[in-house]
């Protein structure tokens, strides 16, 4: 059973600096893209940054480019999010998706609960 468990969510003053881990089981760790989204209230959810299956090519959305970054150990099947610089508008319940290097579409894509991170301004 694959599980998806993120942690380091929570109330942080704008300006400060959170730092998400995403731990797997169940799953070939090596073999998935990770990935992190974020879902505002009211809003879809959106892309936030991604990070190759071996830990190269790591990409971002523009609104978080230069603020945030991803990274992975695989040795730990643990992918992270440091996220620095934090604004109000970061407010957003996170997730971790996996997707799997091999799947020819999202359909078997995983996720986890979500962490909520809150910025305080």
């Known amino acids: 059973q694959v599980q998806l468990v993120e942690t380091g969510g929570g109330l942080v003053q704008a300006g400060g600096s959170l730092r998400l881990s995403c731990s797997a089981s169940g799953l070939t760790f090596s073999r998935y893209q990770m990935n992190w989204f974020r879902q505002a209230p009211g809003k879809e959810r959106e892309f936030v940054a991604a990070i190759s299956s071996s830990g190269g090519s790591p990409s971002y959305s523009d609104s978080v480019k230069g603020r945030f970054t991803i990274s992975r150990d695989n040795a730990k099947n643990t992918v992270y999010l440091q996220m620095n610089s934090l604004k109000p508008e970061d407010t957003a319940v996170y997730y971790c998706?996996?997707?799997?290097?091999?799947?020819?579409?999202?359909?078997?894509?995983?996720w986890g609960q979500g962490t909520q991170v809150t910025v305080s301004s």
């Open positions: 998706n996996a997707h799997n290097i091999f799947a020819v579409t999202t359909d078997y894509d995983k």
